[in-house]
């Protein structure tokens, strides 16, 4: 089962996953992929959606990009709720996968030493109150939380609420640049981006402590 889900995912990777991120890293791709997905029409919504799913999924899609172009097509409300809607079912199908097919498939998206250096999520105890702070800290691989997380005792409902809740300012703050992107204000846009790169830098920092007090 294993073997037939890892080439389902080779298959979608190589004929449409693959393309997309290379268009995600450049501001003439992030446009290509505006313009195809408005030739939905009234399902353009949904293919987004469905697009941000693929991207948690399959983890080494980048994210941020895909959030830019969500705020670039349908502003900050409407593109904002896609991108929680897409998230959220992304993170359902994540922990569907793990918890059938376990640390094997873990292991084909996540390096064993990166999955060591979360021993944090080891505290059963505190184990919700982990989850929501790890995922509220800008700058931590979210994508690669979402496969982590699952292999712990949480339960599926609360591993949902508490993953995309924690994940909402960082979502909000991506769409809300490309909305600002499309409409021509690059001031904001710029602000947003350099207040992330500060709270990035003090969210890894406040990860490294927190997991280093851990260890100890």
């Known amino acids: 089962m294993i073997a037939i ?30 313009e195809k997905v408005r030739g939905y029409g009234i399902f353009a919504p949904l293919v987004f959606m ?3 799913a693929a991207q948690i999924v399959i983890a080494f899609i980048p994210g941020g990009p895909l959030e830019l172009v969500g705020g670039m097509l349908f502003g900050s409300w409407l593109g904002l709720l896609v991108t929680v809607a897409g998230a959220v079912l992304g993170s359902f199908c994540v ?6 097919f376990g640390k094997p498939l873990v292991d084909f998206f996540v390096d064993e030493k990166k999955v060591q250096n979360w021993k944090i999520l080891q505290d059963e105890e505190k184990l919700e109150l982990w989850v929501f702070i790890l995922f509220l800290i800008p700058g931590i691989p ?8 699952p292999l712990t005792k949480i ?10 809740l924690a994940r909402l300012p960082s979502l909000a703050a991506s769409v809300l640049v490309g909305d600002s992107l499309s409409e021509g204000r690059y001031w904001l846009a710029i602000g947003i981006c350099a207040a992330a790169a500060i709270l990035s830098f003090i969210g890894l920092r406040i990860k490294a402590r927190l997991t280093k007090e851990r260890s100890e």
């Open 155 to 164: 339960r599926g409902r609360d591993f949902l609420l508490l993953s995309n």
């Open 142 to 149: 979210k994508d690669l939380l979402t496969y982590i997380v």
């Open 95 to 100: 922990f569907l996968l793990v918890r059938r």
């Open 50 to 52: 469905l697009l941000m």
């Open 5 to 34: 889900l890892l080439i389902v995912f080779g298959i979608v990777c190589v004929r449409w996953l693959l393309p997309i991120s290379k268009l995600l890293v450049t501001e003439e791709g992030r446009l290509q992929i505006c």
